[in-house]
């Protein structure tokens, strides 16, 4: 079973981390819980820019921890608070806690206990000191409750594991979720993205079924695609253009046609051989 340390740990080791020097888009617990909680291919209003994060930092160090806690996981701190059980006085480590900075009875914010005096609590919290992860010291006066996670109950899967066992949506839009499956099958860095493409090479392709908010123009290319192109036989330039796509096709056995419709036929049959090879 997982214990308090391990939460605790997890937490830890994401001191030091800043939206500001995160090189992609949004924060890395807001595309985490794009393509693992939210799961819509047709809007990204967690993992874009500017979205506040502690509540996702905390559901994702859950997550990695494999610990349950009711409420969570959770973007928005106020859908946690009926779930709060607990009183300043009684927080201990590994316990989740919320803060009501107006005192007016919404939750502001959350964050996760590393100790207890007495009168004030340590914890690690998400988007803190300017869009970081840090520790921060909380008086009693801000805390407007606390949640202690399920301890005692069997571990969650690993998040990876869990996403390389359930079925993808087979529904023919190339979004965050069927970004961050690829990147799994295919061995290459689960973000999310796909970044560096060149945008005449995306405009030729794309007839609405590549979501813009996973398939972005830059320079350098992607891994991801490397790793496709290399799969369908295609010249390994790691941007996806007509050649790439129609290879693409041609390994799916869709029409060969360079383009990528809204819903795509081919990226059904994609996501159809991606959960294939989870199963």
Known sequence: MAT??????????????????????????????????DRCNTNYDY?????????????WCLWMAGIVAAGFPTAYCPAAH?????????????????FDWELDGTDD???????????????????????QVARRTRQYSTICGG??????????SNPTEVLQVELLKVDGWWGPATTMRSQLVLGTTPDGYI??????????????????NTWMTGKGGSDLVRAIQELVHADADRLY?????????????????GCISGPSTMVRAWQTWLNKQAA
């Open 241 to 257: 253009g007509t050649k790439s796509c129609r290879a693409h096709q041609g390994f799916l056995g869709t029409p060969q046609d």
């Open 47 to 59: 993992g874009a820019s500017g979205v506040p994060y502690c509540a996702m930092f905390a559901s």
């Open 109 to 131: 914010h959350v964050g996760i206990v590393t100790g207890n005096t007495g009168s004030a609590i340590t914890t690690i919290e998400g988007n803190t000191n300017n869009g």
């Open 195 to 212: 970044s560096g493409q060149d945008r005449t090479d995306l405009q030729a392709i794309n007839n609405g079924g590549l979501q813009t």
């Open 4 to 37: 308090a340390q391990d939460l605790i740990s997890v937490a830890a080791a994401e001191v030091g981390y800043s939206r500001w020097s995160d090189p992609l888009p949004g924060t890395k617990y807001g595309r985490w819980y794009e393509a693992n909680v």
């Open 147 to 156: 949640i202690r996670p399920n301890y005692d109950a069997k571990p969650s």
């Open 82 to 98: 009926n779930h709060q059980t607990l009183k300043a006085r009684d927080l201990r480590a590994g316990d989740l806690v919320l």
